[in-house]
């Protein structure tokens, strides 16, 4: 099983400013990566696949790159509504796995 | 739109079993296939499984391979998951997501979650 690491596990950042969370794959997955976001009490939500390809209704702020094992997702100028925990996914092969989270905080 | 909803939140005794449905709307549900995610009261995403909404193939995570089955009832658009033999440890919040037909992918829709409690 290839196994996701997220790091940071949480992160408090100020309105405005630049995010960079990272995800890094035990093995290589090419580019089958996902990012999801999740809001307190919702649904996670897909925000980037193929590690990089925005999906419909992503902002343009949220940006993904990587391939292999290291992969990146950056929010360009945090906004208040972005407070949530991301994770990243592995796909294509089963089984499936998602990294533990990072934990996104406003300041 | 793509819709998916869930059925309402449970509570289980140990030991009982468990049936969450998924009905799916919006778009043709052949097309596609579901996977079940799972979360723990202030925990990450656990997958648990995929079926096919073409063919009813599965694949189930390890971890529960043996407790799960995934079904589909394509007259109603509707997937199914039931766990057996719950445990304390199978209390989270359950959720369906729209997967690929024939292999996992990146979940693009998700239902709302079920609330499943196993508690004596």
């Known amino acids: 099983e290839i196994v996701m690491t997220q790091s940071p596990g949480t992160m408090s950042v100020s309105p405005g400013e630049r995010v960079t969370l990272s995800c890094r794959a035990s093995?290589?997955?090419?580019?089958?990566l996902a990012w999801y976001q999740q809001r307190p009490g919702q649904a996670p939500r897909l925000l980037i696949y193929?590690?990089?390809t925005r999906a419909t209704s992503t902002p343009t702020r949220f940006s993904g790159s990587g391939s292999g094992t290291e992969f990146t997702l950056t929010i360009s100028s945090l906004q208040a509504e972005d407070s949530a925990v991301y994770y990243c996914?592995?796909?294509?092969?089963?089984?499936?796995?998602f990294g533990g989270g990072t934990k996104v905080e406003i300041k | 739109q793509v819709q998916l909803v869930q059925s309402g939140a449970e509570v289980k005794k140990p030991g009982a079993s468990v049936k969450v449905s998924c009905q799916a709307s919006?778009?043709?549900?052949?097309?596609?296939?579901f996977s079940w995610v799972r979360q723990a009261p202030g925990q990450g995403l656990e997958w648990m499984g995929w079926i096919s909404g073409y063919n009813a193939n599965k694949y189930y995570a390890e971890k529960v391979q043996g407790r799960v089955i995934m079904t589909t009832d394509p007259s109603t658009s509707t997937v199914y998951m039931e766990l057996r033999s719950l445990r304390s440890d199978d209390t989270a919040i359950y959720f369906c997501?729209?997967?690929?037909?024939?292999?996992?992918?990146?979940?693009?829709?998700w239902g709302q979650g079920t609330l499943v409690t196993v508690s004596s």
């Open positions: 919006g778009y043709n549900f052949a097309s596609y296939g």
């Open positions: 997501a729209r997967d690929h037909p024939r292999r996992g992918d990146y979940l693009d829709s």
């Open positions: 093995q290589s997955v090419s580019n089958d």
């Open positions: 193929g590690a990089s």
């Open positions: 996914q592995r796909y294509r092969n089963w089984p499936v796995t």
